[in-house]
């Protein structure tokens, strides 16, 4: 079977289930990533909610944590640092969320060099990913 001619196949992340639906059924974030610390979507959710509430540079914390875990499972399930990382695959949202909350953060406690480096990898991921995140 000839393999993807145009660059490397779609990295999908596996499903994590249990965290997945802890926080869909509205537990704490904070209780979810002491329980899954390396669930990116838990550091995803806190550090929006750090956005939301005015604080950037916990929410920097936040999502540098969760970008850094979901490069870890990035590279678990096969990816070699570039290539699409899809949006509409659920388990990837987290590190695309993550990812667009630390060009957020960066954006907002003035690290311009750090929101452009973010931004850019958000859309080389998922062109669709910006859009969806509120990052255009």
């Known amino acids: ?28 974030p904070v209780a979810v990533a002491k329980a899954w610390p390396d669930f990116s979507e838990a550091w995803a959710a806190l550090a929006e909610g750090a956005l939301a509430g005015g604080e950037p540079v916990a929410a920097y914390a936040y999502a540098r944590t969760g970008y850094h875990r979901g490069l870890d499972q990035l590279r678990r399930s096969g990816w070699k ?11 990837n949202q987290g590190f695309l969320r993550a990812l667009a909350a630390l060009a ?25 990913a910006p859009g969806e995140l509120g990052l255009v």
């Open 1 to 28: 079977m000839q393999g993807n001619l145009l660059g490397p196949e779609p990295t999908l992340l596996p499903d994590r289930a249990e965290p997945q639906a802890a926080l869909e059924r509205g537990d704490d």
């Open 81 to 91: 640092g570039f290539g699409p990382v899809p949006w509409s695959h659920r388990p």
């Open 104 to 128: 957020k953060a960066a954006k907002e406690i003035g690290d311009t060099e750090e929101y452009e480096r973010c931004s850019s990898f958000l859309a080389e991921s998922d062109p669709s």
